[in-house]
């Protein structure tokens, strides 16, 4: 079974920085594209940022610029190095590896325990 174990959150200051990590499991990483989310209290889990097999990159708007994402298929691990943090990306982020279906990207493993991210002054 595949697990997804984030890492990286904490607590900082406008304009800060954090690196997020997420490990996965099982033997298909190299073949999977993936993606980080974020929710926000008892909003909708949003895609962010995603990967594919080939390193190519996309954004949402939201974090367009400040936010990048990078994979290592030697360590199962992808990464998100996230810059000019700001009060509103305060949320639980998470990864999972996505399938493009129905016009879309959809997760397709169960979800890790994710990792909290706080932008405060």
């Known amino acids: 079974q595949v697990q997804l174990v984030e890492s990286g959150g904490g607590l900082v200051q406008p304009g800060g920085s954090l690196r997020l990590s997420c490990a996965r499991s099982?033997?298909?990483?190299?073949?999977?594209?993936m993606g980080w989310y974020r929710q926000a209290s008892a909003d909708l889990r949003e895609l962010v940022a995603t990967i594919t097999t080939d390193g190519t990159t996309n954004y949402s708007d939201s974090v367009k610029g400040r936010f990048t994402m990078s994979r290592d298929n030697a360590r199962r691990t992808v990464y998100l190095q996230m810059n000019t943090l700001k009060p509103e990306d305060t949320a639980v982020y998470y990864c999972?590896?996505?399938?493009?279906?129905?016009?879309?990207?959809?997760?397709?493993?169960?979800w890790g325990q994710g990792t909290q991210v706080t932008v405060t002054s």
């Open positions: 999972n590896s996505i399938d493009w279906k129905y016009g879309r990207w959809v997760p397709t493993d169960s």
């Open positions: 099982g033997s298909t990483f190299g073949i999977s594209s």
